[in-house]
């Protein structure tokens, strides 16, 4: 099943769910037409013009990932013990996520449930994502 995060009337997420997974709080049932950017009137996705910036920027995120240690290094032991306090109380599949993902991706469900866990805008989700890369080890 597709969903769609919408905010002030804009998608600025879309995923993939499992079969008989959740959409998680706030996301709707989206078709084929919601992308991020398109808007959505409570019934429709329409997908608007975008400014070449702004479909150079979409397609940057699309290819952004790096690795579970990159991006643990660079979120710091404050922002990480955050999430590992959030594990607690997680559900089974989270705890998997948090435990296992060997890559982040930036457009992952997941990874854009864990930034709005910790605040993060979007901007910060992709300096985030740009400075784990340069983090070698």
């Not at 013009?49 to 240690?69: A, D, F, K, W, Y």
């Not at 955050?82 to 990874?111: C, F, H, M, P």
Request: hydrophobic fraction near 45%.
């Amino acid at each position: 099943m597709l969903v769609a995060q919408i905010k002030n009337g804009k998608v600025v997420n879309v995923a993939h769910l499992a079969a008989g997974q959740d959409a998680p709080l706030g996301w709707v049932e989206a078709t084929d037409t919601a992308m991020i950017g398109a808007t959505f009137d409570g019934l429709t996705f329409k997908i608007p013009r975008m400014p070449v910036e702004e479909v150079s920027l979409e397609l940057q995120r699309l290819q952004m990932s790096c690795s579970q240690m990159q991006g643990i290094l660079t979120l710091g032991e404050a922002e990480w013990g955050k999430v590992l306090a959030y594990r607690d109380g997680a559900t089974w599949a989270e705890k998997v996520v948090i435990d296992s993902a060997a890559d982040w991706v930036r457009t992952s469900q997941n990874i854009s449930f864990f930034g709005h866990l910790l605040g993060y805008t979007d901007e910060q989700m992709d300096t985030l994502f740009l400075q784990a890369a340069q983090v070698n080890a």
